[in-house]
T-cell receptor
Framework: DGGITQSPKYLFRKEGQNVTLSCEQN?????MYWYRQDPGQGLRLIYY???????QKGDIAEGYSVSREKKESFPLTVTSAQKNPTAFYLC?????????????FGPGTRLTVL | GNSVTQMEGPVTLSEEAFLTINCTYT??????LFWYVQYPGEGLQLLLK?????DKGSNKGFEATYRKETTSFHLEKGSVQVSDSAVYFC???????????FGAGTTVTVRA
């Protein structure tokens, strides 16, 4: 089955530690995205990538980093510089970055900073 | 910039009731409009979409019509079921954007 996988589902981190969230897709999509979801709010874009070896900052990129070395993978690192990292993180992909293209979402990773 | 405003929840309904969730948007040009649904503890699933004015998206008994004149994309379902309990997000993708701009989400609970 084609889809997007995110791991782990739950992640706990101590303050001051970096942590990397995994996102893999086997849909052969060119574009991938990371969003953050906080309670009672819509999703906010952290980073996006239109193609391999290229990525752009979204609305709330501070304290985060990404890489796109392979088409199917777009890992997100939450660094110790992110002041309020506890949130639900969602990865998405679309066939291209066109505005009519549907974005498909993974199941999410819930990060809790202790 | 682009923005989406959707009806605040929570909304609680009885089974077989009519559901409507209002969504209005601000954007330049002709954005694409989407409704996503999120079940507890899960990611978002596309419910329906419309990419040009007067288009109607429909899926699983839900419908929404892209109204350019009122900048709206209201979601409706004629007879809800308990399984429709979820959070519903309205979103848009602008012609110059690569991202989705989301509303805050509306929590819907359907009671048997």
């Amino acid at each position: 089955d084609g889809g997007i996988t995110q791991s782990p589902k739950y992640l706990f981190r101590k303050e001051g530690q970096n942590v990397t969230l995994s996102c893999e897709q086997n849909l052969n999509h060119d574009a991938m995205y990371w969003y953050r979801q906080d309670p009672g709010q819509g999703l906010r874009l952290i980073y996006y990538s239109q193609i391999v070896n290229d990525f752009q900052k979204g609305d709330i990129a501070e304290g985060y980093s990404v890489s796109r070395e392979k088409k199917e993978s777009f890992p997100l690192t939450v660094t110790s510089a992110q002041k309020n990292p506890t949130a639900f993180y969602l990865c998405a992909s679309s066939i291209s970055a066109g505005f009519t293209d549907t974005q498909y979402f993974g199941p999410g990773t819930r990060l809790t900073v202790l | 910039g682009n923005s989406v405003t959707q009806m605040e929840g929570p909304v609680t309904l009885s089974e077989e009731a009519f559901l409507t969730i209002n969504c209005t948007y601000t954007a330049t040009g002709y954005p694409s409009l989407f409704w996503y649904v999120q079940y507890p503890g899960e990611g978002l699933q596309l419910l329906l979409k419309a990419t040009k004015a007067d288009d109607k998206g429909s899926n699983k008994g839900f419908e929404a019509t892209y109204r350019k004149e009122t900048t709206s994309f209201h979601l409706e379902k004629g007879s809800v079921q308990v399984s429709d309990s979820a959070v519903y997000f309205c979103a848009l993708s602008g012609t110059n954007d690569y991202k989705l701009s989301f509303g805050a989400g509306t929590t819907v609970t359907v009671r048997a």
